[in-house]
């Protein structure tokens, strides 16, 4: 059987090891995505113009109050999402450059639409 000598712990490395996890942890909170309530009814959407925060990711939670479905678009977010009557839907937004990207409600494309505005 071979017996190894103990080895003494660095707290320096210790210390660092600490610092960095603390520091990890706290760049994971500051990039928490902002969440944004935008309502459906009568197909128009409310608030129809979004501001976000240019190179951050935000959260979109659209709830559909109208007595059909609507499909949420927009080739500029790169997204489609269909609601469902009386549901709601999350959408995902990558951190946006500074810009205006209109969205539409693909089945009611004269009276929903939108702009998510990124600054």
Known sequence: MTVYPARRSNPGLLVLLMIG???????AAAEEPNKINIELKDHRFDPAEIHV??????ILVVT?????????ESSALKVEKIIAAGHYA??????LSPGR????????????K???VAE
């Open 21 to 27: 996890a603390c520091l990890a942890g706290a760049s």
């Open 53 to 58: 925060q240019a190179g951050k990711p935000t």
């Open 64 to 72: 559909n109050h109208d007595s059909t479905a609507e499909e949420f």
């Open 90 to 95: 999350t959408i995902k937004l990558r951190p």
């Open 101 to 112: 990207y209109p969205f539409v409600g693909e089945f009611n494309p004269g009276t929903a």
């Open 114 to 116: 939108g702009t998510v």
